[in-house]
């Protein structure tokens, strides 16, 4: 049997059923396969062992403090946009046990658990999520303390990203220049258009697996419609900066001059009047890709003859997160809120050379009351509602 490797940076044609092939080689391969499904209504990250546990003919409906899945009658695979989900459950899980204390009689036995060996093959990651990607690796990998279990998970990753054709009123990503169009740190980037999907092959690895499925060779035509569809996710973002009804319908950040003007500040009278809309839950930060604080506890059973130190996923809401030997620093909701957008689009900077926000809007969807950076950050700059 001859192999074929699809060159890296081609284009081909595959029709939708045939989306199955792909998925079946990635388990032969020994891949876990991990993409989207409807669960609790809404479109989150699972195992998939088959195209038919995809969200099609599902849409989703986005705004501060609300999500909303709806069936659209269509019969497409990628009509949503992001779900709570990101990479981040997955490399970066919210709990890991880091180590296990076995008691035998008057002895413990500590052992580190193995890490994970299976690789993992994600289907479904948009632009913005492959930004936040690089700045993981750059947490984890790139700075001279490398975590191991990041790493463990990380290697061997495969990407099947998804180019975005559609937007929704909490995206904001070419205010951050993410997105939406795929444009690096994949091995395949999927376009759907209505007949068929479209692969552009980012790895020989993608190219290897993307050749088991019944593929054709793309015009020059069918390159430009499927670049088409991201560009389309871009306009609708654009326009929704035009005031309907007197205000904008949609997000946008003004990034020039960002790290200064937060920094400046730091005791604006618009910090108090955020603490009085957030309730500190740190929901913004459980589903946004690139936030990374944790925290690490013992846990016991209950014969208290077996120990595992775990490490869970905390947030700067905790009041706990600020504790000191001489008490908590951030006592106040107003405190924690600023250290949060602060460090995300000011001092992240400074400690990573970049920006920690990616546009996705997840903050703003999941928040339960609707808090918005994107307002937030213009009532400080002066051009925003008080």
């Not at 998939?48 to 999500?67: F, K, R």
Request: glycine share 10%; proline share 6%; hydrophobic share 35%.
């Amino acid at each position: 049997m001859v192999t074929i490797n699809l060159p890296i940076g081609c284009y081909v044609r595959v029709e939708k059923p045939a989306l199955q092939a792909i998925l079946d080689r990635l388990r032969e391969l020994g891949y876990r396969v991990v993409g989207p499904t409807v669960a609790d209504g809404a479109i989150v990250y699972a195992d998939l062992t088959s195209i038919d546990e995809l969200p099609v003919g599902v849409s989703d409906a986005q705004d501060g403090g609300t999500y909303r899945l709806h069936r659209n009658g269509g019969g497409a695979y990628f009509d949503y946009v992001v779900g709570p989900h990101s990479l981040k459950d997955y490399l970066f899980p919210p709990r890991a046990t880091l180590l296990e204390c076995q008691r035998h009689g008057t002895d413990w036995e500590m052992r580190v658990p193995e890490l994970p060996s299976q690789p993992l093959a994600i289907l479904g990651p948009r632009s913005c999520d492959l930004h936040a990607l690089a700045m993981q690796d750059r947490i984890f990998l790139g700075d001279r303390f490398v975590n191991p279990d990041y790493e463990a998970r990380r290697k061997g990753l495969f990407v099947l990203a998804i180019n975005c054709g559609r937007a929704v009123s909490t995206c904001f990503c070419t205010s951050m220049g993410t997105g939406p169009a795929v444009s690096s740190g994949f091995d395949l980037a999927l376009t759907e258009l209505p007949g068929h999907f479209i692969l552009e092959v980012g790895s020989e690895l993608g190219g290897r697996v993307a050749a088991a499925a019944p593929w054709a060779p793309c015009s020059t035509r069918e390159v430009a419609e499927a670049q088409a569809v991201p560009r389309k996710a871009e306009i609708e973002m654009e326009e929704r900066r035009r005031p309907m009804s007197g205000r904008p319908h949609g997000r946008y950040l003004d990034t020039s001059g960002l790290h200064d003007l937060l920094l400046n500040n730091l005791d604006h009278d618009h910090w108090d009047k955020v603490a009085d809309r957030c309730l500190a839950c740190g929901n913004c930060t459980m589903v946004c890709p690139t936030c990374f604080c944790c925290s690490v506890q013992e846990v016991a059973d209950l014969t208290g003859g077996h120990v595992r130190r775990e490490r869970f996923w905390d947030t700067c809401f905790n009041a706990d997160h600020s504790y000191m030997n001489s008490g908590t620093v951030r006592k106040l909701t107003r405190a924690r809120y600023r250290q949060w957008l602060t460090h995300k689009l000011a001092t992240w900077v400074d400690q990573f050379g970049s920006s920690g926000c990616v546009g996705c809007g997840r903050c703003i969807t999941w928040c339960p009351v609707g808090i918005d950076l994107t307002a937030e950050v213009a009532a400080i700059r002066g051009g925003g509602p008080p």
